[in-house]
């Protein structure tokens, strides 16, 4: 086997608001070892050939996160995009539909506002930690495997954004909560301990929430722990329906 080194043509995206007024396209030539992903082959632009490069990136085992970016057009997490994937020219772009700190990196503050805004924790009418009594004999909130199964799923999304780059929705809405949030939220509405999916399905029914969603798809097709968000915002639909349709029968915490 031949040791020479593949060369690859990798074009960067470089934006400095301070600076610039419209992005650029920046070309590097980078000399890349077997095995590599898009990840590497940013890391050596920045170790270098340019240190100026701003970009996101921390544990490089596809659990963080942080390293999403558009690599020839498509949502991806860097860390796990391998360079043989692609030919000899490689673009790497922000995550669309984001704000542009710099460069490749993105404005996630608006995401997260719409991550809290679905309530992401366990919600107890009464917390047994009040009643310590009985706290030996009641034990903790235990769960079926069958139970755990029900919400397990979407449990699994480590915010890589990508989902909410690769939405059409939220390329023209904005406001739209977005696939993350809404199976978030489903998520703890499955979840066997939860009380409180009546105030997420209220966040559910507002505007931009989860009937602006088209089922185009496109969150599911690029989620690479393959939560499916699609699907859990189309359960979320049907259970905000039946929620609102209980409300008409009993008041809210009726019997």
């Known amino acids: 086997m031949s040791d020479e080194k593949k060369t690859i043509k990798l074009e960067i995206t470089r934006f400095d608001p301070d600076i610039d007024e419209v992005p650029k396209t920046e070309e590097y030539e980078v000399p890349t070892e077997p095995g590599w992903k898009v990840l590497d082959a940013v890391n050596y632009v920045k170790d270098n050939l340019d240190p100026s490069l701003s970009h996101r990136w921390s544990c490089r085992m596809a659990v963080c996160g942080s390293c999403g970016m558009m690599v020839n057009g498509e949502p991806k997490l860097t860390c796990k995009t391998s360079l043989d994937e692609y030919g000899d020219a490689i673009k790497v772009e922000p995550l669309a539909n984001f704000p542009v700190v710099r460069d490749l990196v993105v404005e996630i503050d608006g995401f997260m506002d719409k991550f809290k805004s679905v309530k ?136």
């Open 120 to 255: 992401p924790w366990i919600i107890r009418a009464k917390e047994r930690a009040e009643d310590m009594e009985n706290l030996n004999e009641r034990g903790t909130y235990s769960q079926s495997p069958d139970e755990l199964s029900a919400f397990k799923q979407f449990s699994m999304c480590i915010n890589c954004l990508l989902c909410y780059s690769a939405c059409p929705v939220v390329a023209n809405e904005p406001e739209f909560i977005g696939p993350a949030a809404i199976a978030l939220g489903h998520r703890y509405n499955t979840d066997s301990r939860d009380e409180g999916a009546a105030e997420r399905n209220d966040v559910f029914r507002g505007e931009g929430t989860v009937f602006s969603c088209s089922f185009a798809n496109e969150c599911s097709e690029v989620c690479p722990k393959n939560v499916d968000p699609a699907s859990a915002v189309n359960q979320a639909k049907l259970g905000a329906v039946v929620d609102w349709a209980k409300g008409l029968i009993l008041p809210r915490g009726g019997a």
